[in-house]
C-alpha cells in the first residue's frame, strides 16, 4: 500500500516512470518501498458513440495522509507523467480512494 492504476498510458511508460516516481513518492507518503505497487491498465474509451482519445488517469488507493500530503502526491504524479510523455502541458487525472485500515487486510490480518 499505496496502490497506483494507471490507464490511458503506454505500458512502456509506466515501466519508465515507475522507479523514480516511486523514489519521489517513498518520502513523502512515508512508507517502505516494497508496499508500492503499480499497475497498468488496458483501457478503451468510448464518447458518443466512437472510440475517443483520453488523457492519462491515474487512481491512488491509499490510507488517507492528510490534504497536504495528497496535493503533494497528485503535483508529483503529474509532473512525472508529463516528463515520461514529454509535454510539459499533458492533461493528467490524478483520483485518490482512502482506503481505511481495518478494511485492508495483508494475509488474513487487517492493517
Not at 18 to 28: C, E, H, N
Not at 31 to 37: A, L
Not at 50 to 78: H, K
Request: net charge negative; charged share 20%.
Amino acid at each position: 500500500m499505496p496502490h497506483l492504476r494507471f490507464r490511458a498510458i503506454a505500458f512502456d511508460t509506466v515501466k519508465l516512470l515507475s522507479t523514480a516516481l516511486v523514489d519521489d513518492l517513498q518520502p513523502l507518503m512515508a512508507c517502505p518501498r516494497e508496499d508500492f505497487t503499480l499497475e497498468h491498465i488496458p483501457a478503451s474509451f468510448i464518447f458518443d458513440g466512437e472510440v475517443s482519445d483520453a488523457y492519462p488517469f491515474i487512481e491512488v488507493f491509499w490510507f488517507d495522509r492528510g490534504q497536504e500530503v495528497q496535493n503533494n502526491v497528485a503535483a508529483m504524479i503529474t509532473a512525472a507523467i508529463r516528463i515520461a510523455v514529454d509535454d510539459k502541458n499533458q492533461d493528467v487525472a490524478v483520483i485518490f480512494t482512502a482506503l481505511t485500515p481495518a478494511a485492508y487486510y495483508d494475509n488474513g490480518q487487517h492493517y
